[in-house]
Each structure stands twice: as structure tokens, then as C-alpha cells.
DNA sequence: TATTGTTATACTCTATAACTATA
DNA sequence: TATAGTTATAGAGTATAACAATA
């Protein structure tokens, strides 16, 4: 017994078997969330993958490249133009590491931290309006559901 | 009182903010599945875009392009070199609609179900593997939370 | 006028291979 | 030899604007 489909929009569209698929959920949930990160940080010229960077950096001073792409699951050869777009906007400042004169040692500069600042304030409303249908204990389960399927990488 | 971080491969590495924001984990979660889903199906030539159509056309048959699309999320414009990749592949059969002949009625063709069904069993063991350190009540979860999120699409 | 499918185009993200300079 | 960063390049995915045919 099937219940019939809600009259929608479009009508009577249903996606089949995707339904029951864990990815292809994420795919579209993935993609909701990365569009209104888009808009909520509409005129900050920071991205996705840039707002990643600064986080790390942030949490991690004199990170290099190599270990922050790895950590973001960024290969190297794509890191080289991202931190160039971040050191040319004066986010990031890159010095040549003591320790290791191959590598940069990344840090934020004060306007990457005051740029950082104002990105997390955005995303935390952008994410609060985004997950208001969930409680906070859906919206910490959902965290540890997608960190059990993370770990699955290879 | 945080916890020391646990010895891991990367010495300390800290992801920062990032490990709060429920974005970040469905983009990298998103990455997990979709690279292991293109394993999965090595050497059918069919990628995640492909399977949503081939599933919606199968749910739908006779659906044309812009509906298929509009279900799917992928834009009108994007859709006719997948629709043609898929045709031209034998997999979907494309004939002018009956009742508007600006549009194209689109179905499966027998290769098309067989592909669908061989791709489906592919699919069924590479969720499986990847969902396996969930319960089931914790994947119908996951689904459902995600589908909330989805919801929110503008 | 609006919609279906189309073409052209561009940007982002991701992937690989080959190079340099250091270690 | 291995690693850090670089360059060049290619393929997916996605976005917009403009057009023809049909509604």
C-alpha cells in the first residue's frame, strides 16, 4: 500500500531507488548546505574550501601547505593557487619554515583573523537557520553519523 | 580540560571550527562516498549524475528532460549532454512527446534496466561497506535528517 | 509570453604527471 | 630516495545568457 504522493509542485515525481541511498542524500543535502554558505558569505570572496584553509591555520600556526591540504583532503598541486589566493588577499601570511627550508609555514594575518571572525559568525547563523528543523541533539547525532562514514575513507 | 590529541599520523593536527559545522562533514562525507561509489562501479562508465537519471527515468517512465532535471537538481542546460551521453550509449531511448512536441519522452531501454539493475547491486554492497559501522535504525536516521536538511533548498 | 531543449561559455573543484629544491 | 611546493593540463560539475521551436 503505497501511499499515494503528495500533490507537489512537479507532478507526481518520484526519484526511485535514490530515496534509499545514503549518498545520494548526501550529495543533495551537501549541496543545499554549500549554496546558502555561498550567499551567507556573499561579498567575503571566501569559499568553501578557502574558509577550511583559515580554519586550520587558525588552529594550527605555521602549518605548512602539505600538512594542511592533507589534513582537508586537498592535494598538494591543488593547494599552490588556494593559498596563493589567500596570501594575495593579505589573509595569510607565508614564510619560509625554519626547520625545513622546502616548506611554507602559514599563519593568519590580522586580517585573516578578523576575516576568519567574521566568516564563522556568518556560518554559524547560515548553519543555525539552515538546521532549525533539527534539535540540538539530531544536529550533534547527524555530526557523528557523518564522522563514523569519514573515517570509511581510502 | 580538552583531550590530548590522539597520536595520529599527521603529528597534532587540528582541524579547528570546522569540526563543528555540520557543512564540513557532509562535504567530506559526501567525498568518501562518492569516490568510493566510482569504484564501485569501475568499468560501467556510469557516475553518480548518470545513476540519479537512469533511477528517475526508471521511476518515471516517459518523463522528459526538464522534469528529470528539475527533480534531480541539475539544470536544464546541463542535462542534454547527459541525457545524450546515456542515449548515445544505448541506455535510454528518446522519442518526441505525444502531447508536446517541444519535449522529449524519455525511457529506459532493456540495456538500460540491465545496467540499472547490475549498477543497483553495485550500489546496494558499496553502501553496505561504507554505512556498515551504522545500525540500520541509525542509517534510516541519517537519511531522514538529511532529507530535513534538503527540505531547506532554496 | 512562457516553456523545452539547445549551444556557447566560464568557473570551481579535483586528479595526474613531471619538474625544482631541499632533506 | 623521499618530500615540499610548483606548473601544466584535463575532466567533471555547475552556472548564466541567448536562441529556435512549440505551447
Do not use: W
Request: glycine share 8%.
Amino acid at each position: 500500500m503505497a501511499s499515494a504522493a503528495t500533490a507537489s509542485a512537479e507532478h507526481e515525481v518520484s526519484i526511485g531507488n535514490l530515496d534509499r541511498l545514503v549518498g545520494y542524500h548526501l550529495r543533495r543535502a551537501s549541496a543545499v548546505v554549500g549554496n546558502d554558505f555561498s550567499r551567507a558569505l556573499d561579498g567575503t570572496g571566501i569559499r568553501q574550501v578557502l574558509f577550511g584553509i583559515l580554519s586550520i591555520v587558525k588552529a594550527n600556526p605555521g602549518i605548512n601547505q602539505g600538512a594542511a591540504g592533507r589534513a582537508l583532503g586537498i592535494k598538494r598541486a591543488n593547494m599552490v593557487s588556494l593559498i596563493n589566493e589567500l596570501t594575495d588577499r593579505g589573509l595569510l601570511d607565508r614564510k619560509i619554515a625554519a626547520e625545513d627550508r622546502r616548506a611554507f609555514s602559514l599563519t593568519l594575518s590580522s586580517a585573516g583573523e578578523a576575516m576568519f571572525d567574521e566568516c564563522l559568525k556568518r556560518i554559524g547563523a547560515h548553519e543555525d537557520r539552515l538546521m532549525s528543523d533539527l534539535s540540538s541533539a539530531e544536529r550533534a547525532a547527524l555530526i557523528d553519523l557523518l564522522s563514523r562514514i569519514e573515517a570509511k575513507e581510502r
